[in-house]
């Protein structure tokens, strides 16, 4: 499963840098550089059932951390 996180501000503002660092079912996996607003990351292996997914922005000089969540079903 791919999963993108994309982090943006108001019309006109600067493009956020910083990492975004997922987390499967609670488990930090995999923090990735922003490139254009935009991190990516592939989970694996992955059993079937509910899984819960959160991406956890680190924040820059102009925006503030953040993070949002899904669950999937696999």
């Known amino acids: 499963v791919q999963v993108a996180a994309t982090v943006t501000g108001p019309p006109g503002s600067p493009i956020p840098t910083g990492t975004v660092t997922f987390i499967l ?5 995999n923090t990735v550089p ?22 956890n922005y680190s924040g820059d ?14």
């Not at 079912?25 to 996996?29: A, F, H, I, R, T």
């Not at 990351?41 to 991406?55: C, M, Y």
Request: net charge negative.
């Open 34 to 55: 922003l490139v254009n607003g935009q991190a990516a990351t592939q989970f694996t292996n992955l059993t079937p059932g509910h899984h819960v997914i959160e991406a």
């Open 25 to 29: 079912d609670g488990v930090s996996s």
């Open 61 to 74: 000089s102009v925006y503030l951390p953040s993070s949002a969540s899904l669950t999937i079903f696999i």
